[in-house]
């Protein structure tokens, strides 16, 4: 496998599995949470539409995860032999 492809599959397991992740975590979060009121608490002066409010929620959820797959993959790397380099 060349270094490109190995650097997307890599990228792929990262991020493929918390896109998933951020998506059942939004819409657990907004079963309970209306984004409206949420922007109301939060942002009182700033206008948000529902949609808005779900697209933020649905990419803060994709970072938390995200950084958490990333976290877990780095564990998970052999590691380097005496003398090599990565």
Same mark, same amino acid.
């Given at each position: 496998?060349?270094?490109?492809?190995? =650097?997307?599959? *890599? #990228?792929?397991? !990262? #991020? *493929?599995?918390? $896109? &998933?992740?951020a998506g059942v975590a939004t819409m657990v979060f907004f +079963?309970?949470?209306?984004p409206l009121d949420l922007a109301t608490i939060t942002w009182p002066r700033v206008a948000f539409s529902r949609e #808005?409010?779900?697209? !933020?929620? $649905? $990419?803060? &959820?994709w970072l938390c995860? +995200? =950084?958490?797959?990333l976290f877990t993959a780095l564990l998970l790397r052999a590691?380097?032999?005496d003398g090599a380099t990565r």
């Open positions: 496998m060349t270094m490109r492809g190995a =650097s997307v599959r *890599w #990228l792929g397991a !990262i #991020l *493929w599995p918390s $896109f &998933f992740a +079963a309970v949470v209306d #808005l409010g779900y697209s !933020i929620g $649905f $990419f803060m &959820f995860t +995200a =950084s958490s797959s590691p380097a032999r």
